[in-house]
């Protein structure tokens, strides 16, 4: 009979600790990621799951007998003494001069593209999706999706300082959950169900049981066009809050969230930070914006006539992101006040102006990246705004019971979690900053 | 032009602080919970999203003119005073001399289910479900979920500060990925796609990059069995570790992170935990033993006669657990090194016997609550494997990418959030800890 106690033996030493075990013995294990023969010895970069720390092997400290068997991406216990000498700006360089090397497992080839350089060079983004399980090991593309970690991260832990409560809606709906025709259909035990397109009727719900809630998960959309900034399945970062004064009230969790998203990552994500030089927002307060007063500056400052007064095109977007920053001094700028045409059948409208909504738009750095605002909560309004949109009311019975046994005034939001992590790397495609990518034509790896 | 400066304004006053409002005027926000109408005065149970306060309404101090528009659900801010009273045992007990009521929103009707009793009671579980976005509105139910939140809260935590990276992986995924029967098919552009059964070849193959990862995602399957402890959607807690030294390592990181996990529970969601009545179990070390000295036992000690001797069935996971109780004072037993048969194909057989596996089950009080071990890791090995069970490699070409180009000695686990939640709070019935069911039969609301 053994016991198992939960004490986690550190197998990892981190790079900022070396210092601490200068001219001491220690044991590292992790993938070799180059090998650089010199004369009379070699140095072993070893990859361990957040940095490379350079080894070196010689005869004279080495009982090991090193040769060809070992190649890259051989996985390895490496023991040595960490020893410290002077770059050339005079600053401490730790390395490990290795004692002995014991494999723990070996490749059965070796790697199809070049990982271990600085960046991915001349391969395709479509050769490094497919490739994404060995691609990844690159060091700067592995970077990516901590960044992503730590945007995420931010946005749970900023919420969850301000009562939010996590929850987990389904991602199986019922037939007609929020209409449109671009959702993916399943066949349920011979019923035809649906892939959740948002958490949108199940987060407003949550509001009367916990007033606030968020959720950070998968969600679907069937759109047939194949753009670099869309995708079929995304992570969605949502939130829902009730008893809100303002639409005003989301914008500012909003914003509260980003400043304390940008600054997590400034402070626990450095080296990623540093490695895909990253240029971190800084955020005071974001300018907010009419969309009619938007559409007037276009025309008549920037001299663009816009093809449709409902909404922005990506031009558009772009302008006002570039007017935001030079005139504003902002890397974001929320556009209010959307035509309630071209917005969601439980948005609220405007009641000074029912042509418009009380509805937002983020733009970062002229990209989209967040649609929100107040809903309607009073039972009536909706089943007659549904009704408008020639929606069958019926069929939202579940849905409507939040309002019809009582709703608090309400709103949130959504945020893409690819986007956002695209645009803040400057990338152009959304599909690099998306772990496994699926779009019109690709559902692999 | 508005300035949004992400300033939270904090809508509610938290209970516990009430002794800091002594005598002073505040506004709280929250749905009136219950009305009870006493001889010249009225009690107001304000319901807050974690708590219920008591306000007093009274002619003599209270400005606003109740009347029976005022009923049960309808949404309101209370401005009133903070009073301190003795209860019978002698404590401080604050209240709310209401000053005046503002109307935020009035229900359409009154509610079809009473949910401001101490519980729900006499309804039954279908009709708790198909109500559920009104039948969270009792406090007991409702804190079901904060519970739910703190488990996965605490997994997150402890794992995040083992230097695990948090991953999200598609729930979309391409023909053969997991094989089995048990998969819900997609039509995806024309093509036939699968729902995800588990994260498990996307974490492995994480392994190779961040070398710790965890996801906390929905899963699913296509089981037609309608049980008590089935469910067709659930969420996978899942994380897989790289360079172990061995299987025992997974059951170390497990044992921790439950540990972590019931620690939280005591300290951060008490309320709930003392509303629900729960035993929250006490670690410290979790007795193992292996699979067929588990059946002997079973066999000699309880005179049970197995039907199958490669699995157990849910009499002797009760009888175990109960045998871990009164022998080994302990809520929860590993069981380790099931047969290789009833074992998934990337299950690491045990060198020393190769008819039994490196791996894992934890019952909790006599559930099985998770799978875990070390998997295959070398390519040819596993490429063996797979032709052994039936099936075709060329199939899992991108999964194998993982072994070809160097894999390291790992493994991992899933943990069923619901089920955890359920028995911990001793339900009979997964369905009770699930926010919105999904199962044979349901798939509304």
């Known amino acids: 009979m053994n016991k198992i106690n939960g004490q986690i033996e550190s197998t990892t030493v981190a790079f900022e600790d070396f210092a601490k075990y200068n001219e001491q013995v220690v044991t590292v294990k992790g993938y070799i990621h180059r090998i650089r023969e010199m004369t009379g010895f070699s140095f072993i970069i070893l990859r361990t799951h957040n940095q490379t720390i350079q080894c ?223 240029d971190i927002p800084e955020i005071d307060s974001i300018p907010s914006m009419k969309f009619m007063e938007a559409k007037e500056l276009l025309m008549k400052k920037f001299k663009y006539q816009p093809t449709d007064m409902k909404d922005f095109d990506p031009q558009e977007e772009e302008l006002l992101g570039k007017y935001a920053k030079k005139e504003l001094n902002s890397d974001f700028i929320f556009i209010t006040h959307y035509p309630s045409k071209k917005r969601p059948f439980y948005t609220m409208d405007d009641p000074n102006d029912p042509e418009y909504t009380l509805s937002f738009d983020l733009l970062f750095r002229g990209l989209e990246i967040t649609s929100g605002g107040q809903r309607v909560n009073d039972y009536d309004t909706q089943v007659a705004k549904m009704v408008k949109c020639g929606m069958n009311p019926e069929l939202f019975e579940t849905y409507l019971m939040f309002h019809k046994y009582g709703a608090p005034p309400h709103g949130g939001l959504g945020l893409g979690l690819e986007r956002l992590t695209m645009h803040l790397l400057g990338f152009k495609n959304v599909r690099e900053a998306t772990l496994f990518p699926r779009d019109i034509n690709r559902v692999t790896p």
């Open 56 to 278: 070196v092997y010689a005869p004279e400290f080495s009982s090991y007998r090193f040769d060809e068997t070992i190649t890259e991406e051989t996985c390895v216990e490496v023991k040595g003494k960490v020893v410290c000498s002077k770059d050339a700006k005079g600053n401490d360089r730790y390395e490990i001069q290795i004692h002995d090397i014991k494999v723990l497992s070996r490749p059965k080839e070796l790697l199809p593209i070049v990982v271990n350089k600085k960046q991915l060079d001349n391969i395709q983004l479509n050769t490094i999706l497919d490739l994404r399980p060995i691609s990844l090991r690159n060091p700067k593309q592995r970077a990516i999706f901590k960044i992503q970690e730590g945007i995420q991260r931010g946005f749970r832990e900023f919420l969850s300082k301000n009562n939010f409560t996590e929850i987990h809606s389904p991602k199986i709906n019922f037939a007609g959950a929020e209409g449109g025709t671009n959702v993916f259909k399943l066949d349920y035990f011979g019923k035809e169900v649906f892939l959740a397109q948002s958490p949108q009727l199940y987060k407003q719900a949550m509001v009367g049981v916990y007033e606030r809630v968020f959720e950070i998960a998968p969600v679907f959309r069937a759109e047939h066009h194949d753009t670099s900034r869309h995708l079929n399945e995304y992570i969605s970062m949502d939130f829902e809050m009730g008893f809100i004064d303002s639409f005003e009230d989301i914008m500012n969790m909003e914003t509260g969230a980003l400043k304390y998203i940008m600054n997590l990552l400034k402070t626990e994500y450095q080296n990623e930070v540093e490695l895909l030089k990253i």
